[in-house]
């Protein structure tokens, strides 16, 4: 994957307020364009990762609280982005954005928020 291409426009998936699986999965889904039939289940999210129509370079924000109110979902939810990156067949990067940008307390350097509709990967 070029990740430089990517990166011109990435997917950012803010986590900011997620303390839960079922939560996670609706971000998930907004913030990738997840097709209807989406399972909001681990098997679906990396089924869908893996066939993404495009190169794309997650940023995932705002993950702390949620890897602190639920560990274990975090871990699995690390190896499936870990393993989609891996079997990829457009090419999928995972960068995980940490601390928050000096002078802006509430959101992201590339503009994640709780308010954000979904981005396009058509």
Do not use: H, I
């Amino acid at each position: 994957m070029k990740l430089a291409e990517a990166l011109r426009d990435p997917v950012v998936l803010d986590l900011r307020g997620v303390v839960d699986k079922a939560a996670f999965m609706d971000r998930c889904a907004g913030a990738l364009a997840l097709p209807r039939w989406f399972g909001r289940n681990w098997d679906a999210l990396a089924d869908c990762l893996t066939d993404l129509p495009r190169p794309v370079a997650l940023v995932v924000t705002g993950w702390q609280a949620y890897a602190t109110a639920r560990p274990s979902d975090w871990e699995t939810a690390q190896d499936v982005f870990a393993t989609a990156a891996d079997t990829s067949t457009t090419g999928l990067t995972v960068l995980l954005a940490l601390g928050t940008p000096q002078g802006n307390p509430r959101g992201s350097a590339l503009g994640g928020s709780d308010e954000g509709g979904s981005a396009s990967l058509g």
